[in-house]
């Protein structure tokens, strides 16, 4: 047996815990309690059941980007997020200024804006998904 002073809120705990080679607990005890009559005999604790890997979801599958174009301008995520709304399909015109993504960040929506003049190659990124800052949201020409 081996006792342990435990204070939890402020109250001063006196337990004992037993080691048999599985997972036990002993029940908590005032500290004013300290005979060895007082003290309750440790319960063991039944183990949390196992996770199958069939429960796991899998992420799914989605198509490799293909490369860049040598020097095509780029939209990239300023910080993580989820995309929450497309505001431009591939093969639409846009101007600088102009909103084409809209990134939600710690509860706030924020406009993703075409950095300059031209027209959207391709769009990298769907409703729902999450960004880290860099990636790559948008592909101009």
């Given at each position: ?41 440790a319960t063991p604790v039944s183990a949390a059941p196992a996770v199958t890997p069939a429960a ?19 939209i990239k995520a300023p910080m993580p997020g989820k995309i929450s709304a497309l505001k431009a ?53």
């Amino acid at each position: 047996m081996k006792k342990f002073k435990v204070t939890v809120n402020g109250q001063s705990y006196e337990v004992e815990v037993e080691e048999i080679g599985s997972v036990t607990a002993a029940a908590p005890v005032p500290a004013a309690a300290t005979s060895a009559s007082a003290v309750p005999a440790a319960t063991p604790v039944s183990a949390a059941p196992a996770v199958t890997p069939a429960a796991v979801k899998a992420p799914a599958a989605t198509a490799p980007k293909e490369p860049l174009p040598e020097g095509a301008p780029t939209i990239k995520a300023p910080m993580p997020g989820k995309i929450s709304a497309l505001k431009a399909e591939p093969g639409q015109t846009v101007a600088r200024g102009d909103v084409v993504v809209v990134l939600e960040a710690m509860k706030m929506q924020n406009d993703i804006t075409a950095p300059q003049d031209g027209t959207i190659v391709e769009l990298r990124v769907q409703v729902g998904d999450s960004v880290k800052t860099g990636d790559i949201l948008v592909v101009l020409k």
